[in-house]
């Protein structure tokens, strides 16, 4: 399918440009998207939470109470499960969250993510352009003339020019990215996702 093609300034160039049906037009797979998603987030996680056993807390291992005939549950030391101040039973250990996907699956969830843009009308394709130097007003102008400010954006580059990701970097609702670094779950994120024009040549090749 084609689309438009804007400037900064939020005119229509009069160019069109082709999105792949491949990539921009699949039927999406709601399945590889929730896989690609859960292993997004599970990476992020650190996996440090720690908790104590009874064999890993301070305190002596004496025996505090008889074994039968106290009317209690047999506790043995003060390290007990039972006892504040005890062990934990079954607590958290340091783990890797991480578990693996195919290449092929990521692609398809990816594919699938751009689908339902394309379907929401929550695509733009901009002409490419930079900034001389980081200037947040300028990004939020540009923002404002494709009729997009307050939105949630994601911005995506063909490669990374610091210029415009420093601009847009104090900006709660924006966020940019590179075609190398655009992920599943960035794309879900944001509810209105800007690419450059070469930033699509390089998506159509995903």
Do not use: W
Request: with cysteine.
């Amino acid at each position: 399918m084609e689309v438009s093609v804007y400037n900064i300034k939020g005119e229509d160039t009069g160019k069109k440009i082709n999105l792949k049906d491949g990539v921009f037009c699949i039927e999406p797979n709601d399945h590889v998207i929730y896989l690609d998603v859960k292993q997004y987030m599970a990476n992020k996680r650190q996996g440090t939470a720690k908790a104590k056993e009874r064999s890993e807390v301070s305190g002596s291992t004496r025996k505090l109470g008889r074994q039968k005939g106290g009317g209690g549950a047999r506790r043995g030391d003060i390290n007990s499960p039972v006892l504040v101040g005890g062990g934990r039973v079954f607590g958290p250990k340091p783990r890797d969250y991480d578990f693996k996907l195919n290449k092929k699956e990521k692609a398809l969830a990816r594919r699938s993510a751009l689908s339902y843009k394309v379907r929401e009308e929550a695509i733009t394709v901009v002409e490419d352009f930079t900034f001389e130097a980081p200037k947040t007003k300028e990004f939020l102008s540009v923002a404002k003339n494709l009729k997009i400010d307050g939105k949630k954006m994601l911005v995506v580059l063909p490669e990374n020019d610091n210029n415009i990701f420093l601009s847009a970097r104090n900006i709660k609702k924006a966020t940019v990215t590179t075609v190398s670094e655009l992920n599943t779950y960035k794309l879900l994120d944001a509810s209105h996702v800007v690419f450059l024009e070469s930033s699509i040549n390089a998506i159509n090749n995903f």
